[in-house]
């Protein structure tokens, strides 16, 4: 075979290579290689499978598995928990301006509309008549639980935000756990509106008490 006839029939393959490589691939799909490497069949929802015991394809979690980023809060939602939850829980994420502005974020979405702006009780369901009672105001009012709300600590209104309390629905499945700290963050700066600034000590005590 002469260098001449190899080189034409090189010319020719690419020729026809690069002609049926531009056809329509809805006509001519080609071939498939161990097609069940990538073509699975997949179940219907709740479709019977002959793969388990119980004939069910959908599979519960492995046990002891926990979903990404999940934060346990093990907690009860009665004055119990809630109680223990003042004392034991703290805030996990750093107070820096991200989460902050973050926490202000959240808190115009999804709690305005009853606590206010300012967190006085205010929003707009209660002043258009459609909450029955307001809210207690975060720097002045007094909790339905007893002591005043700007006295509230991270773990009770984490605790509260989770579960709800009275009208107030639950927003654990509404909220991500870090979104949740981070309204708590910024409840907890809405605490301190309205209340005085500390006063410098006197120096004659100061004096009396370094003597």
Known sequence: MTFKYKTSVAVCLLAISALTSCRD???????????DMYRGPAYET???????????SARKPAEGSIPRGFMAFNYT?????????????????????????????????????????????????????????????????????????????DGKIYHTI????????PHGGQLLPDQRWQIVMYVRELQKAGQPATAPADSATVTATTN
Do not use: Q
């Open 25 to 35: 691939a809805k006509k001519y799909p080609g071939y498939e290689y161990f097609p």
């Open 46 to 56: 709740y479709a019977p499978s002959n793969l388990s015991a119980d004939s069910l």
């Open 77 to 153: 939602a009665d004055n119990a928990g809630y109680e223990k939850a003042g004392v034991e829980a703290t805030n996990p994420l750093a107070s820096d301006k991200r989460n902050m502005e973050e926490g202000k974020r959240l808190y115009a979405i999804y709690c305005t509309n009853c606590h206010g702006t300012e967190g006085n009780g205010d929003g707009n369901l209660v002043a258009d008549g459609k909450f029955p009672g307001a809210p207690p105001s975060y720097a002045t009012g007094t909790s339905s639980r007893g002591g005043a709300m700007r006295d509230l600590s």
């Open 162 to 169: 989770t579960h709800g309390l009275n009208l107030m629905g």
